[in-house]
């Protein structure tokens, strides 16, 4: 039994012709996962239960004994020093595996949340003269308005007083 566990996955996989996207699709494992099973590079697995749980469903869909699967993925890291009990013993982090690192400097985060919050205060501040500038103007025109309302106020007054004087006059003739 000099296969490791990974490969007798494998060849249970293609012996019932099952592509490996459909193990992915029917069990939710990614395929980056499911070929790291496959190669026995399980570093590039989440780690601990995770992967004994990877290994296990795909055992299951394969139709290979899911025990024997789990046992002998034990036995393969315990010959290579892991115990492969990482998760249990450390507490939980939250860690997203991607194909590529991350490699935005921190520096330029800062200088782009810098570039961003200026260029929002600048906005707002546009928007705060305009709104002030326009209440000024429009405070300003007020009172012309006013004036001209009581000139045209005034200019009935007279009208309306030389109409009177007028009809009494001829009253009392």
């Known amino acids: 039994m000099a296969a490791t566990i990974g490969e007798q996955l494998r060849l249970a996989r293609e012996g019932r012709g099952i592509p490996l996207r459909e193990i992915s699709d029917q069990t939710r494992i990614s395929m980056h996962y499911l070929e790291a099973i496959e190669t026995n590079d399980y570093k590039r697995l989440p780690g601990g239960i995770f992967n004994r749980s990877f290994v296990k469903a795909y055992a299951r869909y394969v139709g290979y004994d899911e025990k024997e699967a789990v046992e002998g993925y034990t036995r393969y890291m315990r010959e290579l020093g892991d115990s492969g009990d990482e998760v249990a013993s450390t507490p939980y982090h939250s860690k997203v595996y991607t194909d590529a690192p991350a490699t935005r400097s921190p520096i ?41 309302s009581d000139k045209v106020a005034r200019d009935f007054e007279v009208v309306g007083l030389n109409n009177w004087k007028a009809d009494y006059e001829q009253f009392l003739q």
């Open 108 to 148: 330029l985060t800062v200088v782009l949340a810098i570039v961003i919050l200026a260029a929002l205060t600048g906005i707002a501040l546009t928007v705060l003269h305009w709104v002030q500038r326009r209440s000024a103007s429009l405070s300003h025109e007020a009172p012309f308005a006013m004036m001209r």
